[in-house]
């Protein structure tokens, strides 16, 4: 089993950053990816938000393109997003989602969440 822990959220001013973390650990072989997912109120489905995969290579919705970075360290197992320039419509729980393989089985994993809430 591999435990995913997030960290990081809480209520910011428009405009303004927060930086989200999120830590896996337990029976780990090899990541392929981590990213964040986030579910808006009121709505059903969680939205991609951005990934970073065991090579390097970024992926990000097009509503925080520029706005939010993510990064990684390898050896913590661990994923970072930086958000900047934050508006109301980035409200949401935000999740972290592992993909790791073990041998030639790949599983998902998903941390429990972390509120942002951006208001004045």
């Known amino acids: 089993q591999v435990q995913v822990v997030e960290s990081g959220g809480g209520l910011v001013q428009p405009g303004g950053s927060l930086r989200l973390s999120c830590a896996a650990s337990?029976?780990?072989?090899?990541?392929?990816?981590m990213g964040w997912y986030r579910q808006a109120p009121g709505k059903q489905q969680r939205e991609l938000v951005a990934?970073?995969?065991?090579?390097?290579?970024?992926n990000y919705a097009d509503s925080v393109t520029g706005r939010f970075t993510i990064s990684r360290d390898n050896a913590k197992n661990t994923v970072y997003l930086q958000m900047n320039s934050l508006k109301a419509e980035d409200t949401a729980v935000y999740y972290c989602h592992v993909l790791n393989t073990v041998q030639t089985t790949t599983t998902t994993y998903w941390g429990q969440g972390t509120q942002v809430t951006v208001s004045s």
């Open positions: 337990g029976r780990i072989f090899r990541i392929n990816m």
């Open positions: 990934a970073i995969f065991s090579g390097g290579n970024t």
